[in-house]
């Protein structure tokens, strides 16, 4: 089982173009990611698998000061996070996995976006989701952003996914990410998503978005 996936070299210096490219409304989803938590009364927030920081900078750009922890096992994805917040005042970032988050301190909401469909088994995945979930006072919001669903649901949405890309693509590369969505990622079902998440301490997670094979939850921590 791999719990931890490294992105490196060019998958960290175009991680930002691809996935604009490949993951339409990504935007759309990440800007609205302050509003969807505005509610959320300690504003401690801790973002696992932050990668370049895409989600911390939505947060950092609001009127509401968020004080935000982000985590990622890539040094070449948090190096650009790093330099990235140099001057922004209430981020903290740390290379490595949730382990190595030493604080006693709880936060008060979580995300964890385009991470979970990279980590082999579902063992795997509830650790890390009950590891979250150990971390977060009770109430807190949690977002999810996953390739989420059976085989059969995960081939039919790549076809609606093709339908999205830009026209300009590489016809090779896009067939191969194709294949390598459908055949090497850990998609599971919403079904089992769900399960994992409530055994993880979370409320039923509510889906709020979908586009083609991207799913986005929210839950609670009980
Ligand atoms: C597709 S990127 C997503 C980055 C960011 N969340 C975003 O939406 O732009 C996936 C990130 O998950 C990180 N990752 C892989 N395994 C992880 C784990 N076990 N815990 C935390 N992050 C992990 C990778 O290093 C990578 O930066």
């Given at each position: 089982?791999?719990?931890?996936?490294?992105?490196?070299?060019?998958?960290?210096?175009?991680?930002n173009?691809?996935?604009?490219?490949?993951?339409?409304?990504?935007?759309?989803?990440m800007n609205?990611l302050p509003?969807?938590l505005?509610?959320?009364?300690?504003k401690n927030l801790l973002v696992v698998g932050c990668g370049t920081g895409a989600e911390i900078e939505r947060f950092t750009n609001t009127?509401t000061s968020w004080k935000v922890t982000g985590i990622d096992?890539?040094?070449?994805m948090i190096?650009q996070a790093i330099e990235k917040f140099k001057n922004v005042g209430n981020v903290q970032l740390i290379?490595?996995?949730?382990?190595?988050?030493?604080?006693?301190?709880?936060f008060?909401a979580a995300t964890l976006l385009l991470?979970?469909?990279?980590?082999?088994?579902?063992?795997?995945?509830?650790?890390?989701?009950?590891?979250?979930?150990?971390?977060?006072?009770?109430?807190?919001?949690?977002v999810?952003?996953?390739?989420?669903?059976?085989?059969?649901?995960?081939?039919?949405?790549?076809?609606?996914?093709?339908?999205?890309?830009?026209?300009?693509?590489?016809?090779?590369?896009?067939?191969?990410?194709?294949?390598?969505?459908?055949?090497?990622?850990?998609?599971?079902?919403?079904?089992?998503?769900?399960?994992?998440?409530?055994?993880?301490?979370?409320?039923?997670?509510?889906?709020?978005?979908?586009?083609?094979?991207?799913?986005?939850?929210?839950?609670?921590?009980?």
């Amino acid at each position: 089982m791999k719990s931890v996936e490294i992105f490196e070299n060019q998958r960290a210096s175009n991680y930002n173009t691809f996935v604009e490219t490949w993951i339409p409304n990504y935007h759309y989803f990440m800007n609205n990611l302050p509003n969807i938590l505005n509610d959320t009364e300690n504003k401690n927030l801790l973002v696992v698998g932050c990668g370049t920081g895409a989600e911390i900078e939505r947060f950092t750009n609001t009127s509401t000061s968020w004080k935000v922890t982000g985590i990622d096992p890539s040094p070449e994805m948090i190096s650009q996070a790093i330099e990235k917040f140099k001057n922004v005042g209430n981020v903290q970032l740390i290379e490595g996995t949730i382990d190595d988050i030493n604080s006693a301190e709880k936060f008060g909401a979580a995300t964890l976006l385009l991470v979970l469909h990279f980590i082999e088994g579902i063992e795997a995945k509830f650790d890390l989701l009950k590891s979250i979930s150990a971390k977060l006072e009770s109430n807190a919001p949690f977002v999810l952003l996953d390739i989420t669903g059976t085989k059969q649901q995960i081939k039919e949405n790549l076809k609606i996914l093709s339908h999205l890309l830009p026209t300009n693509l590489d016809k090779e590369d896009v067939k191969n990410r194709l294949y390598r969505i459908e055949n090497k990622l850990h998609a599971i079902s919403e079904d089992q998503l769900k399960e994992i998440i409530v055994k993880a301490g979370f409320e039923t997670p509510t889906r709020f978005f979908q586009n083609s094979i991207y799913m986005g939850w929210i839950t609670r921590k009980r």
